[in-house]
Every structure is written in C-alpha cells, then in structure tokens.
C-alpha cells in the first residue's frame, strides 16, 4: 500500500497561553506524507513550521501549551498517546534533525556514544554492536576514517561533519519518517549542497518519508516532491513541486519567489520584497495585511481548496491566477508599499 | 590525558615556587622592618636577636636567605617559634592537618551530596511548589553564618538539651581516627553539618541555575527526539553538563577550606586544626607558624585546583586540547 499515508496531520492546532490571552501558532494545519516522499514545509519566521512539527512528535513541553487536531502515524493518533508509547515512537520510527548541528549534541560525549545511546534506547543489542553499528553509520554518511571518528567529541568536527553525525544518529533505527528542521540553515553553501545531497542519497537508500522544513525557496525544489507553504499557522498553499513552482496560486508563494534571485535574464535593480513584517493579521486571511491584492473577501478566513492535488486559501478568482500576478509586478495597480520602494530606488 | 595531567602538575609546582619567594619576600625584605625583631617576638633579649640573625642568615644575601629558610622548612623540619620558646613549627602544623582534613572532607561530602540533590530536584522540578521551597531552604543555610550556627549548636546539644535528646553528643574536641573511629566520627558530626550547610545551599543554587539552563539547551531537545527517558535525559545529559561549574568552584572552596577557612567552625567547636593555629599564631604575632601555614594553605589550594583541573578535563572534553 505504496499510497496510503505514513503520516496524516488533521487539523492540528497549536495554542501558547501567554501574559495577555492566546497566541495560535499552528492553527488548523492539515497534510499527509506518503512512505519515502520528501514534502518541503517552507515559510517566514514564525509561519509555525517548526512548532507544528514539534507537536506532532510531541516536543512542545510547556505546560502554557495546548494541542489539538489528529496526528496519525501508522495507524496511530500521536496525540492520544501516553508519554512512553510516544518514546518508543520518538527515535525509533520518526527521527528528527535540527537547524544548528553545532548544539544539537551533548558536548561530554563521544559521537559514537550518542549514537549507541540512542540505538540501545530501543533495541535489545551489546554495546558492542550498537558501537560497531554506529560506525557503519559514520560510513554511509561520509565521515572520513568512521572506526576512528567514532571515538570523537562533537567539538573535533566542523559543522558539516557534525550535520552529518546528527543524520547518522537520527537514520540508526531506520526511522519511517524523518523529520528535518532547517537541516541546512546554520551551513555554508557548499556544505549545504553536500547534506542535501547526502539527504537525497539516504531516502533512497533508506526508504525513509522526509518532512523538510525550510525558508530557502532553493532548498524546497532541490529535494521535495511536495511543497506545503505556510503562513501564520495556516498552509497556504498545497501541492507538487512542479505545480507550486511553475505555477504558483497563492500570492504569498509569489512574493516568496519572487525575492529569489534570478541567475539568468536581466539583473534587476533592487529584488521584489514582501512588504510588512512576518505575523498573522488578526481575523480574515492570515496574510491580508501585507497582501498587494487585498480586497473585501479577505475579512474571512479562505479555506484551503483546489482541484488535481494542488491547492490554495486565497479569495482570488481561480482563473487567471498567473495574469493577476504578472499584472502585480509592473501594473498600475501596484500597492503603496511597493511604490515607495520604487520611488526609493529612483533616487539613488 | 596523561600529557595533560604532567603539564597540569608541573605548571603547580611552578606556582608553589613563586608562591613561596613571594611570601618569603613578604616576611623577609620588607623594607623599613627588621625580620629578626619580628621572629623573635616583643621584648626578645639580645641574645635570641642574635641566634634568630644566625639561624636565618640575615647577614648574606637574598637568594641565600630563602635558600636556608627552605631548608629550615622542608629539608631539616627544625623552624623554631621564638615566642612560644622553642617549640618546632613542622610538627605543630602536621598535627593540626588530619584535624582540618578531617572535618573539610567529611563537609565536604555531605554538602555535595545535599547540594546536588536539592539543586538537582529544585531545578527538575521547576514551576511545581517543590522548587521554591528548596531553594527557600538554601538560602536559609546560605544566610545562617558559622559562628552564629555553631555557637547555637553548642549551646543546644551540649548545655540546654544535653540531658535528654542529644545525651549522646561528646564533648567538643577531637578524636584522632586512628584511635577511634566511631568517636572520630561523632566528635566531627555537628561542625560537618554546620559547615556543609552553608555550602550545601550556594552549591543547590548556582546547579539549579545551571540545570535549567541547561534544559533548555539545544543538546537536551535532541535528547528528547532520540525518545530517551526524562530521567536519563536529566541525569546523564543536563545533569552531566550543569556539573562541571560545580566541580570548579568546589576545587577552590575545597582548597580555601582546607587552607585554613574552616577557622571559624574550628574555632567554634574548639577542633585543633590548621584555622585555629593560624588564629593563635596571629594573636601571638608568631612569624615562623605565619609562615608556615600560610605555605601549607597555599600548597592545598594549588593542589586543589589541579586535582580539580584534572577532574574538570576529565568531565569536559572540550578542556583536554587546551
């Protein structure tokens, strides 16, 4: 059953009690990964990406925090799980790496010892093996003299290296899903390039579902087979690689290609931005206030809809998305934000 | 590790060394002061002036002077107090050492033991009603000064209660281990937990911080998605971590202590160690037992902080290049 989902996230609300009431940080984020597919969760600072991936393994730890939704994996509600069911699932069947490599491992410790710790929390094997075992790992992840290196602290290695121990150790018990928080924002680009590339390698070898979460526009189509685009808590866009890169819907999918840089074509002055600063507008469209193409519709909440697997929340016409686009970059219609923009270039 | 542990010794002796020509200068070359006099003590006759300027060799040079000095102190045991007639000053000091040894290691046990424990449970148990009421009880040992504490003590177990509930408190003094452990032991009881709790509470405090610091830490969240326990995760990794602070300031309490800081609690509970000597030694103006002591405090608190280097490399890994 090569289609059926490994992991299916049903309206999963994340909610902070704060000093003054209620922040939503993930608010009714749905989506589903299918075994050995890479889906790309790309968004601003603070879209929620990372605090849903933490509820859905169930690392968000404040008591100020509340939960809600369906999160199943395997046949399983995540969520309704006691704390040492969710163990035996953390680790063993789905691994997660984070951003910054540098911190990510207890320093007193060897990297072959972190590894065996995690392999022994859930297989009944020597020290021995888990040892041998790691160093096989070391291997497939391309460090260097791995029998050596095994014995290692985190502090003898260079980012890179350690990025690729913290995959090592999140592969050990052969994870169904893997879960990757920014794997490459903390790395130089070439660095960046060998991890995804080492990535690309291992859910081939492995077999394992990827959920990438990342900024980089760049990262997304490099590895994912389906984008997922966030906004204040909400996705905002749904669907295949090609669909969501070729033909984007939601406004905010352009603005963030847009503000990529273009290798080839004309060099543009000054690169599209997206005005305003990150954070979900209060009531209606999450992404109203900084929308260029805000009208009435937006004081209420779009639901996320679309035919053929690629979907969006936006009240545009479905028609004619591509025209209204292009029309925003050089129309006359362009928003005050972009034209001060604008002014300010020309004064230069 | 070896490499580093000779290194780390080797760079302690050269301390001592200066250590020692710093407070041989200090004694010896002050200008305006004639050390004879001093040593000699108030009203000393012509006559021991004299024996104090030949037995120290006032009339050569420096270098020759800390020379024989050294050897007074180290090679021939002989240095001699004037203002108490002639006792020795080696042996004085060497019985005085398993008195403060005894009570700063004994102290120092348990207030490691106490202050992990209740740093440990305040810091893990953050944000119930167990944190602030540790804490609370460590600041209630930080803020009791030994002297106060100890007097109190006495005054309760050897005067005011001494007849019924603590009837089995001995008189204050010391009992020498070798001749009696069980009495070596319960002489020392009361000026350990005096001692410790003070400690007992800087050390619960500063760990609690460092605990939850540490908690926080990115290498704590990876711990938790490996699916390891919440108490391995405490124990061998915030835990692990939040102790080497500790262990650092405990090699310079530990060193400080055993130098002769325990002086109030020895003094309290009439303990003839190194503290209490130095004490008379300071009411008397008597140099040589100054001298001597104030090198045998230094030589434990450089000891100390190597050992407790060595210890810290063996914690830290990160240490071990450097």
Known sequence: MPDQPILEVDDLRVRFRTGGGHFTAVDGLSFSVRPGEVLGVVGESGSGKSVSMLGVLGLIRTPNAEISGKVVFRGRDLLALKDREMRAVRGREIAMIFQDPMTALTPVYTVGWQIAEQIRAHERISKREARDRAVRLLDEVGIPAPGKRVDSYPHEFSGGMRQRVVIAMALSCNPGLLIADEPTTALDVTTQAQIL??????????????????????????????????????????????????????PYTWGLLDSVPRVGGPRVRRLPTIPGTPGASAGGCPFADRCTHRHAACEEVPALTGGSGHLDACWLPEEGRERIRRGDRSGPEASPARQSARAADEER | MIGYILRRFGAAVLVLFAISVLVFLIFFATPGVDPAARIAGKNADPATLEQVRASFGFDQPLPVQYLMMMKHLFVSHDLTSFVNRGTLVIPQIMDAVPVTLSLVVGAAVIWMVLGVAMGTLAGAMRGTLVDPLVMLLGVFGVSLPVYWLGEVVNLVTQKELHDSVFSWVPPLGYVPLSQSPGQWALHLLLPWLTLALLYAGIYARLLRGELIQALNEDYVRTARAKGLSERRILIRHALRCSLIPIVSLFGLDFGALVGGAALLTEVVFGLPGVGKLTYQALQNLDLPVIMGTVLYAAFFVVLANAVVDVLYARLDPRVRRA
């Open chain 1, 197 to 250: 590339d080492l990535m690309r390698r291992l859910r081939t070898d492995h077999g394992s579902a990827i959920v990438m979460i990342t900024h980089d526009m760049g990262v997304v189509s490099e590895i994912a087979d389906e984008v997922l685009v966030m906004y204040g808590g909400r996705a905002v866009e749904r669907g295949a690689r090609r669909d969501v890169f070729h033909a984007p819907r939601h």
